[in-house]
């Protein structure tokens, strides 16, 4: 199903009341897995509802899965991770997770109105962050395998969001059944995938798997390029599993050395030649925006960037 057709299906739910105490106000988003609906209890809390599509809904372990990993962001412990707040099955078999309601917007929608290409400081501050919410995740064992802009969110007061915690492992759930459909195969966005992630190396999927997507989101937001460019799905995945990421210089010469230094450190095709943790990379991030900037790195890029 295209996703102009996930779009019209969910549209058609709008209105609609789950199990007697959610109401569907609107479609916030259509991904490969989910729709997301902006929400309404009955006792008047406004919500975000992710649903597992139909199709994927059929298949009772992936069900069971996509609620059960719902809940990795409330085990990753952190303000960062967005909340889950109650799992049901609708009244028709469909899934769903009920999470916390953001205010702000999707990194990747920021991006777009700002000429695609975000400012040194901007970028720098949604890095500290997030390297922060992920160093949590991996204290508690938790790789988010999906790291892009699209699942970062900056909310009103500049707290920087990371969605989808736990849905990767149930899109590989999804591309590992024999009856799994085109929506939703593939683990992780091919732009964004680590070496080791765009082989189907699940063993070597750890940490630094993740670091290396947070080199490569870096890199988009600050030169408005992918780290591999391909004309299709496929040539990316390849160009992924097989070719080096090129310097973030080559593309953004704009760009101070030492910002170019810690995103190509993340990129480096060797796992061992990334930065070793989160913390070292989060430290690194906010300790050249005070050589470069001379303040301490906090919220106010992210206030401005809104």
């Not at 049901?88 to 205010?103: I, K, N, S």
């Amino acid at each position: 199903m295209s996703e102009s057709d996930l779009k019209i299906h969910a549209e058609r739910r709008i209105g609609s009341v789950l199990c007697g105490k959610y109401r569907l106000d609107s479609v916030l988003g259509v991904g490969g897995m989910a729709v997301v609906f902006a929400a309404t209890h009955r006792n008047q809390k406004r919500v975000a509802i992710k649903m597992l599509h139909p199709e994927l809904s059929i298949h009772e372990e992936l069900r069971t899965r996509f609620l059960r990993e719902g809940y990795a962001a409330n085990t990753v412990d952190h303000p960062g991770a967005v909340a889950v707040l109650d799992d049901d099955t609708a009244e028709d078999g469909v899934a769903f997770l009920v999470m916390e309601r953001l205010e702000g917007d999707e990194v990747d929608r920021l991006w777009e109105a700002h000429g695609r290409a975000l400012d040194v400081p901007v970028v720098l501050a949604l890095a500290s962050q997030l390297l922060d919410v992920l160093a949590a995740a991996h204290a508690k064992s938790i790789i988010h395998r999906d790291i892009k802009p699209s699942n970062l969110y900056v909310t009103r007061d500049g707290t920087l969001k990371v969605l989808d915690f736990g849905i990767a492992r149930a899109r590989d759930a999804a591309s590992a059944g024999a009856s799994a459909t085109s929506t939703g195969m593939m683990l992780g966005t091919p732009a964004y995938m680590a070496p080791e992630q765009a082989l189907g190396k699940s063993k070597e999927i750890d940490a630094t798997t993740d670091l290396w997507s947070v080199g490569a989101t870096l890199f988009t937001l600050l030169s408005g390029r992918f780290v591999h460019e391909g004309e299709s799905v496929t040539q990316l995945v390849v160009m992924a599993a097989t070719t080096p990421a090129r310097s973030l210089a080559t593309v953004a010469p704009h760009v101070d050395p030492r910002v170019v230094a810690l995103v190509d450190r993340a990129l480096s095709f060797a796992r061992p030649g990334r930065w070793p943790s989160a913390l070292a990379m989060r430290d690194a991030v906010r300790a050249t925006y005070a050589q470069l900037f001379g303040a301490k790195l906090g919220k106010e890029p992210l206030l401005r960037l809104l």
